[in-house]
């Protein structure tokens, strides 16, 4: 029976069904937030960098006894010369923080991790750091990220809980299978939802061949554009419409003209494999949104199979939030362990990915190179949920 763990939890912001509430308040409370069956995990300390109105993480620390930090390294320290926890969770979503003129939100990824391996390095130690989402908005930051953590010997992990969730159907891409095309859908805004969908892809598509070996250019699109990219034949309408057949609630009409002519706007991610993989990303608001498990789904051709493979995210929209619980035993796995039970590999990836598309976005739909985008890893072992859905994990109709 593997021992309870001590984490130090970095946050932006600790308020009601955020990111950090979502993870570590799985820690504080259980899984389900009932005070019942959790990580094998305690939250020592705390740091939180905003305080807004509806703040409820004093309050949670206060309820229970959680060190409330004024700096990383007192979390991590907690005001002495060695590390006083077994890990460090780093939670840097929501939150009042600038956009840049790309459109990306820059959240203190970079220099909150920054500052945990200063405090690391004070100590002459290191322990086990989860980065929630992508790395940072930008390559450089994500690069740089994790460069670092080699350098210091630290385990990292990051990512989405995309691809530890539920899948309807179960659909694990056999391993060594050869895929030529590739579509993952979703919904939301381009940067912080994208990143959830291109993780979703990424899961997928790293069990090809050979695994992965990087991205060449990454195009983005908007408005007609997409569906002109589509009739040229820039990605497969069968594919599309096998990802969009396992969402289970869509807006009625057609979806060309609900993505074109809606009040929110959609998009298309091109993205180009080095050994030839053409996937693409369908952000289509306007058809696609929260309800039944969100519009994240994914459909793929396998080389000899007439038929595409397909599947539905399942993500929960109310409390619990239970695709997050996979998430926190991942999270455990690795302080437990000292691994990383995914290659971070794969976030570095997908923050690549996002950051070019960006780009592309910003600057009118340009292709973008992506020769930084050389990286080659094995795909992830670690499961994905398979146990069964309780029902009250389903949304009331």
Known sequence: M???????????????????????????????????EGPKLKLKSLYIDQYPDNDTGKAAAARHGVHLAKSIDEAVTLGGNQLAVDAVVIVAEHGNYPVNDKGQR??????????????????????????????????????????????????MLAGSTVPL????????????????????????????????????LQCMVERRQGGETGVRSVQVLSGPAIWEAMDRGRFSKQLLEAAFDRV??????????????????????????????????????????????????????????????????????????????YLVKAIESMVQTGHSPIPIERTLLTTGILDAAMTSHHEGGKQIETPHLQLSYQPSRWPFARDPMPPTFLRPN
């Not at 989402?133 to 994790?146: C, E, F, G, P, Y």
Request: hydrophobic fraction near 40%; proline fraction near 5%.
């Open 2 to 36: 593997p021992n309870v763990k001590t984490v130090a939890g970095i946050a932006t912001v600790y308020r009601k069904w955020s990111h950090a509430e979502l993870i570590l308040g799985k820690i504080l409370d259980g899984f389900r937030h009932d005070g019942g």
């Open 106 to 155: 820059l959240y203190p990824r970079r220099r909150f991790f920054a500052e945990t391996l200063k405090a690391f390095k004070r100590c002459g130690s290191a322990v086990p750091v989860f980065n929630d989402k992508h790395l940072s908005a930008t390559w450089d930051d994500a690069r740089w990220m994790v460069d670092a953590a080699r350098q210091q010997f630290v385990p």
């Open 165 to 200: 969730t539920w899948r309807r159907p179960e659909l694990e891409v056999p391993r060594n299978c050869l895929i030529r095309h590739a579509v993952q859908i979703g919904y939301g805004p381009l940067e912080d939802y994208g990143f959830h969908a291109l993780e979703g």
């Open 248 to 325: 289970p609630r869509k807006a009625k009409g057609n979806y060309r003209e609900l993505t074109v002519h809606g009040n929110r706007k959609s998009w298309l991610m091109l993205i180009d494999y080095r050994d030839g993989l053409k996937a693409a990303v369908v952000i289509t608001n306007g058809y696609l949104y929260d309800q039944d498990g969100g519009g994240f789904a994914f459909a793929a051709q396998l080389h000899g199979e007439q038929q595409p493979r397909s599947c539905q995210f399942y993500l929960q929209d109310a409390d619990p939030f239970g695709h997050f619980i």
